[in-house]
């Protein structure tokens, strides 16, 4: 097991990374993000590592936010895609059938519907997370004929205005320009102290005819809050939010974009919980190579869609089925899981060795799987960690309300090594923004 450093020495073999941005800062849009907190020009990737122009090796705890747990370019997926297109493979047939289409059908069904016991239809709703999102809303309106949507706070969804009326964060909301109606926030689990239970509050809200919120259409709910904070839901938390639904009648969405396709260890992130939604949403790694794709999954009694009634010009784009059909082969036993959930607790017991270690973080560790996050009460410390790892070649990014929390989220199949190295980089930074307090 890795263990934290005994010395508080910054190392300073730190990378001189001097690249020319002037072609974005000039071209650009202003709302340009990532590349502000990576101001480098990034070439070639693999696996878990990325380079830059100037030849500079980065380590990826980012993993395109959740986009590439199977890693950068992975060579099965790859030559999948190479045969493909070398075969004039049809690459755009809006929702068309295709023999790649097709394929992906079967085997997701075979290798990740069937063995868990689920029986879902399954839609392309558009190829972003936002698209899956403002599907499994629109469904729920269509199928109960009310117009509440109940979230949580320090949800994420999206960035249209759908998702956005669901989401908690105040800065995103309120780029909307526009009222974010339809939809009531509930307090999340733990959001309070201990004594107070979040799914009885809710509860009495329902039951209160005087409580002022109408029967929702859906909850949805992300089962770890990955933009949010690396907040995680406990397993008996989720089961009684299921028993609420069902109790009132009220469809269960569980957002599975960010943290589904194996990021907390199952494929999806409620399988522990024992809890069965009426629509999951899933986007970023069911593309596996980085290609755009989302579904929405919906039990089979609720698929209510006229045909057409909700489309989209690359709703199912058929080199994301090549790469996402290719990428199950990840789930035909159990080991990857395993593997996951293995490297998670690593790093937990890394993050939980530096919060001991380094108390001028006032630091709290979170997350489940891969999905780990170090959150820091020091004002402005999470940014200034993720910058110094930065420079040392270790690319991370923060999340949370404040920019709070750094999160550790590499590709599922980085290999201890690479594991180790890149804890010992976010050691290091951590002991440079301490030093710079």
């Known amino acids: 097991m890795l263990q934290a450093s005994e010395t508080l020495e910054v190392d300073k073999s730190d990378k001189t990374i001097q690249t020319d941005m002037s072609v974005f800062e000039q071209l650009e849009s202003e709302v340009r993000s990532y590349c502000r907190s990576f101001p480098t020009i990034f070439t070639k990737a693999k696996g878990y590592k ?6 500079n090796e980065f380590i990826d705890f980012f993993a395109g936010a959740g986009a590439l747990n199977y ?10 895609l190479l045969d493909y297109i070398a075969d004039d493979g049809i690459v755009h047939s809006l929702d068309m059938a295709t023999s790649a289409k097709e394929r992906f059908l079967e085997r997701f069904h075979e290798v990740i519907l069937k063995p868990r016991g689920l029986d879902y239809k399954v839609m392309f709703p558009g190829p972003t997370g936002t698209n899956t999102v403002e599907s499994a809303l629109k469904l729920a309106r269509k199928i109960t004929g009310r117009e509440t949507v109940i979230s949580f706070t320090n949800a994420f969804h999206g960035m249209t205005l ?3 009326s669901i989401t908690g964060n105040s800065f995103k909301r309120h780029g909307a320009g526009v009222p974010l109606n339809h939809s009531v926030s509930m307090p999340f689990d733990n959001y309070f102290d201990d004594e107070l239970d979040s799914v009885t509050l809710l509860e009495r809200y329902l039951e209160d005819k005087g409580s002022g919120l109408d029967l929702p259409a859906a909850i949805i709910l992300e089962t770890v809050q990955g933009e ?4 995680v839901a406990r397993f008996e938390w989720l ?5 609420v639904c069902r109790r009132f009648d009220i469809l269960l969405i569980i957002d599975d974009v960010q943290v589904g396709c194996g990021r907390t260890g199952p494929f999806f992130s409620f399988e522990p919980a024992g809890i069965e939604p009426d629509i999951v949403c899933l986007s970023k790694s069911i593309g596996a190579y980085g290609l755009p794709l989302a579904l929405t999954l919906i039990k089979p009694q ?19 089925f090549i790469a996402a059909t290719e990428a199950l082969r990840y789930w035909e036993t159990d080991e990857f899981a395993k593997e996951t959930q293995r490297k998670g607790e690593k790093v937990h017991q890394f993050l939980k060795q530096l919060v001991e270690k380094y108390p001028q973080l006032r630091g709290e560790v979170r997350g489940r799987g891969l999905m780990q996050g170090l959150a820091v009460e020091v004002e402005g410390l999470a940014d200034q960690i993720c910058k110094a790892a930065f420079k040392r070649g270790l690319i991370m990014e923060t999340s949370g309300p404040d920019s709070e929390v750094v999160k550790v989220m590499p590709p599922l199949i980085i290999d201890d ?11 290091k930074s951590i002991q440079e923004a301490i030093k710079n307090l």
């Open 50 to 55: 990325l380079w830059d122009t100037q030849g």
């Open 239 to 243: 089961k009684r939010i299921e028993e």
């Open 228 to 231: 949010g904070g690396i907040n």
């Open 71 to 80: 890693g950068h370019n992975d060579p099965h997926i790859k030559q999948k």
């Open 417 to 427: 090594e690479g594991l180790e190295k890149g804890l010992s980089i976010l050691e």
């Open 302 to 320: 609720y698929d209510k869609w006229a045909p057409g009634e909700h489309n989209g010009t690359f709703r199912g784009h058929n080199l994301a």
């Open 162 to 164: 759908g998702s956005l």
